[in-house]
């Protein structure tokens, strides 16, 4: 590993969960269909390259979001040159983020629970994992909603733009991880309902199990401190 590549690999998780975190809120502060057109696949592509420094210590792992990577830069420079999209382009890159979101939560959980002692490093890997699980669950629930039409109740759909419905239920996934239910977005379909108990689940077992891991770690690591 080059000394460039080995200082990337000790900030990782703050790389890759900072890029996470301008994904998820950087709507806020500049205009929404700017960046849903173009900065927010732009922010996915970092991500997905923080995500490849995070398992470069993993050679095949590493070879595979490579791939991922390669495939969504080139349908980025289709759309972005060509300023066109089509649904296949768009199914294609989701499912690349599906499948990309399970590999490294799987990894970031899988180091977390592996290190030793706890710093701000592990904490912050921590934080991210759980937005990982997050970003699944919109992308199992958007994959519900193309193939299963009005599976979910309360999804805005302002001046029928799909880009509507997909913020609402990035919004649905993190209410239902967080296991909050204000009710505005209900699932109709037994499939959505599902997922939906499952999202809910996955979001306690990453709180019951890997988080107390980690606490427990750290009252460890302090008491031999001392």
Request: glycine share 6%.
């Amino acid at each position: 590993m080059n000394p460039m590549y080995a200082k990337l690999y000790e900030i990782r998780y703050e790389l890759f969960f900072f890029s996470q975190l301008a994904i998820l809120f950087g709507s806020l502060v500049m205009p929404v269909d700017l960046f849903d057109e173009l900065v927010m696949p732009a922010l996915f592509l970092l991500n997905i390259f923080f995500g490849l420094v995070l398992v470069s210590k993993k050679k095949q792992l590493g070879r595979v979001l490579i791939v991922l990577f390669l495939v969504l830069l080139i349908l980025f420079g289709v759309t972005f040159f060509k300023q066109t999209s089509n649904n296949y382009l768009s199914y294609t890159r989701f499912t690349i983020y599906f499948l990309f979101y399970i590999i490294i939560s799987i990894e970031i959980v899988r180091q977390v629970l592996k290190t030793t002692s706890v710093n701000r490093n592990v904490i912050i890997g921590l934080m991210s994992g759980y937005l990982s699980i997050g970003l699944i669950a919109f992308f199992i629930f958007l994959s519900i909603e193309i193939y299963t039409p009005d599976s979910f109740k309360g999804l805005l759909m302002y001046g029928n733009k799909f880009s509507n419905k997909v913020d609402s239920l990035l919004y649905f996934s993190y209410i239902t991880l967080l296991s909050i239910g204000y009710g505005d977005v209900v699932p109709l379909t037994p499939i959505a309902q599902k997922a939906s108990v499952l999202i809910g689940v996955l979001g306690q077992f990453y709180i019951i199990i890997v988080t107390t891991v980690v606490v427990e770690k750290y009252i460890f690591h302090t008491r031999n401190k001392k």
